[in-house]
């Protein structure tokens, strides 16, 4: 295995690179005056620059390194997220954006005001605001500060976890989503370009031949789709959880739909989440892959550091095949992934705590003391996420840490947006009384496993949870839990709603979709050329999507 060292021309990339970011983010907070400039860009966003922007946010560092991990391990099902998310944003796109922009909202809980009342935005809010900065922001952190400390491991994990905290929070504070969205547009291109050389150097390295990946590695790991008793990703998972789960972080999550909200008309939100989903398809190759390649080229019998922590596999890759410079720009498009993660969440929070709180309590407060107010919360949020990321390192890793939270938590969420379009009956008392009883009952699930009476899975059982399952403790996939937690918010949804007073019609009709959606669009649809339509565009990437997982099922 190659020693991770840097010299001094990768260096000067990486610190070229931040220099010109946080200069970016400066230069356009220079034309961010208003909450409309600083919150969601003007609605101005093009498609290009919400797809990639979209795509940067959602891509961290962990996922460029835990994607050809995971595929070194156990094979490539772990792609199962990324072709999903194609399919999520377009049930997006299609049925939920609309409404969105239409109603000319800030933030995901503006929205459940809109539909429901005050009562769902406080706490749907609240929530976010707590997820936006312990899981999605300290997340981030922690995983870039990982990268690091695989590279580097004299450093310690908090003053990684400082430096990047302060790099990304300094030009978002700064200059707001204009400076995210362009900073990630900048670092998306980066991230792509890192990535298809390390798989295409390690492909060659193999020979660059196919026949000798599939000679050499077991049929079922260069399959997608695993059987149901699969610990890691059941085939049943695919519809229930990972669809549920992809719909909360695409469809409902601020930092991700904050994006869409920016765009400067319906159609360019359209084509950015379609262009977003159109970029994490290739991921299969040139994220996913080089975990198969390196598989060949360090076998784990002769490899026992690669066999005991996988996470190396990437970095390994990186330093063996690229030269000197080349090597800086892949640790430049980590610093990238960090960073656009970690911008984007902090802008998102942000923006919450302004427009669902500050705004409310000081309704007379002009777009100055507004935007001042967005700069004091990023820099709060930004450290107290930096305090909150190095305790993660008491989860197993990081992957139960993000899924179980989200699997307890997402659940409810989704539950008032999906009823809450689709039913013309849900309303107010309804919505509320499916935040609540939905994470009571999640609360009840978690208080179970933590008592040891119940066991949560995200992978292969531990032996201590293995005895535990020989005592008769019952074991629940967290892609199980989270439908299960659906429904039970579902229901409790439908009974209240039942039980008390129709909502108001005029509301209804202006936030429930119907046919009657799709015939009063076709019209300004008829005026575009075909290309332009997002349902041509929407057809051709259902295709697409079902020609990789048909290929690789």
Same mark, same amino acid.
């Given at each position: 295995?190659?020693?991770?060292?840097?010299?001094?021309?990768?260096?000067?990339?990486?610190?070229?690179?931040?220099?010109?970011?946080v200069w970016m983010g400066f230069y356009v907070a220079k034309r961010t005056e208003t909450t409309d400039d600083y919150f969601l860009a003007g609605r101005s966003l093009t498609w290009w620059l919400i797809g990639f922007s979209l795509f940067a946010s959602n891509v961290s560092s962990s996922t460029l390194i835990g994607l050809s991990s995971s595929a070194y391990s156990s094979g490539i099902s772990v792609y199962n997220y990324e072709w999903m998310a194609a399919l999520v944003l377009i049930f997006f796109l299609v049925f939920f954006l609309p409404f969105y922009l239409k109603t000319q909202i800030f933030t995901m809980p503006e929205f459940l005001e809109r539909r429901f009342d005050q009562r769902s935005r406080y706490y749907f809010s609240?929530?976010?605001?707590?997820?936006?900065?312990?899981?999605?922001?300290?997340?981030?952190?922690?995983?870039?500060?990982?990268?690091?400390?695989?590279?580097?491991?004299?450093?310690?994990?908090?003053?990684?976890?400082?430096?990047?905290?302060?790099?990304?929070?300094?030009?978002?504070?700064?200059?707001?989503?204009?400076?995210?969205?362009?900073?990630?547009?900048?670092?998306?291109?980066?991230?792509?370009?890192g990535a298809f050389l390390v798989a295409v150097l390690s492909f060659n390295a +193999? *020979?660059?031949?196919?026949?000798?990946? #599939? $000679?050499? @590695?077991? %049929?079922?790991?260069? =399959?997608?789709?695993?059987?149901?008793?699969?610990?890691?990703?059941?085939?049943?998972?695919?519809?229930?959880?990972?669809?549920?789960?992809?719909?909360?972080?695409?469809?409902?999550?601020?930092f991700m739909v904050q994006r869409t909200l920016g765009a400067k008309d319906l159609n360019h939100g359209r084509w950015g989440a379609l262009f977003a989903g159109l970029l994490k398809l290739p991921i299969l190759f040139i994220m996913v892959m080089p975990g198969i390649f390196g598989r060949l080229m360090y076998p784990a019998a002769e490899f026992p550091a690669l066999a005991a922590n996988t996470d190396l596999i990437?970095?390994?890759?990186?330093?063996?095949?690229?030269? +000197? *410079?080349?090597?800086?720009?892949?640790? #430049? $498009?980590? @610093?990238? %992934?960090?960073?656009? =993660?970690?911008?984007?969440?902090?802008?998102?929070a942000s923006t919450l705590v302004t427009m669902d709180f500050i705004k409310k309590l000081r309704p007379n407060a002009d777009n100055k003391a507004l935007v001042v107010a967005g700069r004091v919360v990023t820099f709060v949020f930004m450290t107290l996420a930096i305090l909150w990321a190095p305790q993660i390192i008491k989860f197993p890793n990081i992957w139960v840490y993000l899924q179980q939270m989200l699997a307890y938590l997402a659940p409810p969420i989704v539950a008032c947006f999906i009823v809450g379009i689709f039913w013309k009956r849900a309303n107010r008392h309804g919505s509320f009384a499916a935040l609540v009883v939905g994470h009571l009952a999640a609360a009840g699930f978690f208080v179970t496993a933590v008592t040891g009476n119940l066991i949560v899975q995200t992978g292969p059982l531990s032996p201590e949870q293995l005895q535990m399952v020989a005592d008769g403790v019952p074991v629940l996939h967290f892609l199980y839990l989270a439908p299960i937690l659906l429904v039970i918010s579902v229901v409790a949804m439908a009974i209240v709603s039942l039980a008390t007073e129709k909502p108001d019609e005029d509301v209804v009709r202006e936030l429930t979709w119907s046919p009657a959606v799709f015939k009063e669009e076709e019209e300004a649809l008829a005026a575009l050329p075909w290309y332009?339509?997002?349902?041509?565009?929407?057809?051709?990437?259902?295709?697409?999507?079902?020609?990789?997982?048909?290929?690789?099922?």
């Open positions: 295995m190659p020693e991770f060292q840097l010299h001094a021309l990768d260096f000067l990339m990486v610190a070229l690179y931040i220099v010109f970011i609240a929530l976010l605001i707590v997820m936006n900065i312990v899981i999605d922001t300290a997340a981030a952190l922690y995983a870039g500060a990982l990268v690091i400390q695989i590279i580097y491991p004299q450093i310690p994990l908090w003053q990684s976890v400082l430096v990047l905290g302060i790099l990304a929070g300094i030009y978002t504070i700064a200059g707001g989503l204009k400076a995210v969205v362009y900073t990630d547009a900048v670092q998306a291109i980066l991230l792509l370009i +193999i *020979g660059g031949s196919w026949d000798a990946v #599939t $000679a050499a @590695v077991p %049929a079922e790991d260069l =399959s997608i789709v695993r059987p149901a008793s699969d610990p890691v990703l059941p085939w049943p998972g695919l519809v229930t959880g990972v669809f549920l789960l992809g719909f909360y972080f695409w469809g409902t999550n601020q990437f970095p390994t890759l990186m330093f063996d095949l690229l030269p +000197i *410079g080349i090597r800086g720009l892949i640790i #430049t $498009a980590l @610093v990238a %992934a960090i960073m656009s =993660s970690v911008d984007s969440t902090l802008n998102s332009k339509n997002y349902r041509y565009q929407s057809v051709a990437m259902l295709v697409v999507i079902a020609i990789f997982v048909i290929s690789w099922w």
